[in-house]
């Protein structure tokens, strides 16, 4: 089991930045894969970013040039540094780990391959 909670969302103008943090605890070592997802009120749970055990790194277009995803394997902790935050970024933001290996720069993009999820931190852009 893989325990996982999510923070730093908040209120934001547009053009700013937010640093999402995601604790891990429990069976850490079977971790391969973690990611971000995100979900607006009404629609699908879209992926955001990835990053592997090898540290290779996979984003969603939308975000790309602007979000950073990150880990401190000493603090068990999956970070997604936001700038230049848009409207449409506003979300609820959910971290996810998955035992799944994968190969170097192969992103694990399908939600069912998931294993476990944070219960979410919410991140609204104002106009």
């Known amino acids: 089991q893989v325990q996982l909670v999510e923070s730093g969302g908040g209120l934001v103008q547009a053009g700013g930045s937010l640093r999402l943090s995601c604790v891990a605890s429990g069976n850490i070592i079977s971790i391969n894969n973690w990611a971000w997802y995100r979900q607006a009120p009404g629609k699908e749970r879209d992926l955001v970013a990835t990053?592997?055990?090898?540290?290779?790194?996979y984003y969603a277009d939308s975000v790309k040039g602007r979000f950073t995803i990150s880990r401190d394997n000493a603090k068990n902790t999956l970070y997604l540094q936001m700038n230049n935050l848009k409207p449409e970024d506003t979300a609820m933001y959910y971290c996810a780990t998955s035992r799944i290996a994968t190969t170097p720069y192969t992103p694990l993009k399908m939600k069912g391959q998931y294993d476990y999820w944070g219960q979410g931190t919410q991140v609204t852009v104002s106009s």
């Open positions: 990053i592997n055990s090898g540290l290779s790194t």
